[in-house]
Every structure is written in structure tokens, then in C-alpha cells.
């Protein structure tokens, strides 16, 4: 239900991009520079561009720590929120509106590796998980 509401969140509002020149610059190479979006700004809105995606992601990075998908393995820990982060900005590109960018693939990893790691550091180890094994 979380990875739900991430999504909703990234891809709205809900409005395919079609034009193939937009597209196209969507998924330019400098998108995947961390902060080249932001370079230059130092207003309290970049501040909040930045905070957004890793206070989205923290808690998903907490709940997996204490209910993973898998014990081990690629979806093991943390990884599936990282596999999320890049399913939901990947396709914010063909979004109307929304667009691309590396830095909020880092944030959000990050976000939840330090969520994972906050929540199994605060002596809290895994109940079960999602998928068995």
C-alpha cells in the first residue's frame, strides 16, 4: 500500500507525455548528474526538492527492515525501495509535467537505507517477510 502511494505521488497528474522531442530530453545524460537540476539555486524550494523524496522514502527503508520481502537476496533489505525508486522516476518521464532526474534516485536510496538502517540499528530485526523464504 506505501509502494502504492509513492507511485500516485510520482505520477501525478496522471498525463502521458507524448510529444517525442520532450521525451526525448527527458532521459538526456545530464539527468543522471546528482543536483545538476538544482546547480545555481539556493532558495529554500531546493531545499524542500531534496527533502521530499528522502522523507517519502525513510519510512518505506524503516518498514522494510522489520518486514522485508525476502530474509535475503536481491530483495533483501533495503533493495526494494531502491527497485521502487527507480520503477517510479524512470517513468516520471513519460509524465506530463513531471520529469527525470538523478539526484531524487540517489535521495531516495539513500532515504531508505538510512531508514533500514536507523530501524535495525535501534535493535528491531525482521518479523517474518512479504514473499516467504
Known amino acids: ?66 518486514w522485508p520481502l525476502h530474509r535475503r537476496g536481491p530483495l533483501g533489505g533495503w533493495l526494494p525501495a531502491l527497485y521502487l525508486a527507480i520503477v517510479t522516476e524512470s517513468l516520471q518521464g513519460f509524465v506530463s509535467g513531471r520529469f527525470f532526474d538523478g539526484t531524487d534516485l540517489v535521495v531516495q536510496g539513500a532515504a531508505a537505507a538510512i531508514g533500514w538502517a536507523v530501524v535495525r540499528q535501534a535493535g528491531y530485526q525482521p518479523h517474518g517477510s512479504l514473499l516467504g523464504g
Open 1 to 66: 500500500a506505501y509502494a502504492l502511494l509513492i507511485a500516485f505521488w510520482a505520477w501525478r497528474p496522471f498525463m502521458l507525455e507524448t510529444d517525442p522531442a520532450t521525451l526525448h530530453q527527458q532521459f538526456a545524460l545530464d539527468r543522471l548528474i546528482p543536483l545538476h537540476g538544482l546547480a545555481g539555486r539556493s532558495d529554500p524550494a531546493s531545499v524542500a526538492e531534496i527533502l521530499k523524496p528522502f522523507f517519502l522514502f525513510f519510512p518505506l527503508g524503516g518498514l522494510l527492515a522489520v
